[in-house]
């Protein structure tokens, strides 16, 4: 049998409640997830890509098939690179619709890469990193969206602006 190894790409700039509720489910139903951190970055992140990946790997330690990597260029080569035969990702709501329809089909017209939609828990339907970020910065409670190291890391991050 082929290993089913599948990869969640993302900026994880921070991880969130909600992809690692993506990534937990993808883990029940593949072989191996690849957990890919996307290194070359147009828009500026609050944490570097070795900071995200670290915090990545402290939070999904439980789950032995799970790994996190960096990753640079084509989400496509990675794949490529890998052996790996899908993109898992997750799909919070119509709005996201259009640009992950486009993206999912333009890696499969260039290299034949499918992508697996999985609805998000409706607990976190309203997540993103960016909002956590927004809500941190002034002074929301973001505790229940984020895991533990994740807060703290945020919480550090920002008393040192
Ligand atoms: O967490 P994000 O920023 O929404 O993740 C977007 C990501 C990293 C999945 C997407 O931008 C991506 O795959 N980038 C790698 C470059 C690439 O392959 N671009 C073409 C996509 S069709």
Not at 27 to 46: F, G
Not at 68 to 85: E, M, T, W, Y
Request: overall charge negative; proline content about 4%; glycine content about 6%.
């Amino acid at each position: 049998m082929p290993v089913r190894r599948v990869v969640c790409p993302g900026s994880f700039d921070p991880v969130t409640n909600g992809h690692l509720d993506i990534v937990a489910r993808a883990a029940l139903i593949h072989d191996e997830v690849i957990v890919a951190v996307l290194r070359n970055q147009s828009k500026s992140t609050l944490f570097t890509v070795d900071e995200r990946t670290e915090l990545l790997r402290e939070v999904i330690s439980k789950h032995e098939n799970v790994r996190v990597q960096k990753f640079d260029g084509l989400i496509v080569d990675f794949c490529r690179a890998n052996d790996i035969s899908a993109i898992v990702k997750g799909l919070r709501a119509v709005s996201d619709f259009d640009y992950e329809m486009q993206m999912a089909q333009m890696n499969y017209n260039q290299a034949g890469v499918e992508t697996l939609f999985m609805t998000t828990n409706p607990l976190y339907a309203f997540l993103s990193s960016s909002l956590v970020k927004e809500f941190a910065k002034y002074g929301g409670d973001v505790s229940g969206l984020v895991p533990g190291p994740v807060l703290d890391a945020l919480t550090a991050r920002i008393s040192a602006a």
